[in-house]
């Protein structure tokens, strides 16, 4: 699939890191380093801008090498940049460790995966199918 970008960071395009990567990583595009003091969230640049096409979004995620190592994660995960959405591409990154945590520019600070998703045709009903779950929500199952 083809996805116009625009690149107005000081960084090289998105890539994947293998061939069977999913997501590309994205960097932050900072003038200067930002300090993110623990229990802090921020929004951080990446200088992107993207077209995507109708029946597509942009998924991002988490890098886990951050959250292991840094308890850094992508606060609205996963974050939906929309076909429709013509803005910088930002990620609320929030610090969920006793530590400050210091990001630099050119830091890899997400993961964006594209996925193809489609929209629902609602169907108002007064009943729904029964199936063996039923009602059943969090920890229905029980544990194994």
Known sequence: MQVPIINRSHHALPAYATPLSAGVDLRANL???????????????????IALPAGVEA???????????????????PGTIDADYRGEICVILANLSTEPFTINDGERIAQMVIARHEQAEWLPTDTLDETERGAGGFGHSGRN
Do not use: D
């Open 31 to 49: 003038n200067e380093p930002i300090v993110l003091a623990p229990m802090q969230r921020v929004l951080v640049p990446t200088g992107l801008f």
């Open 59 to 77: 998924q991002v995620r988490p890098r886990s090498g951050l959250a292991i190592k840094h308890g850094i994660t992508v606060l609205n995960s």
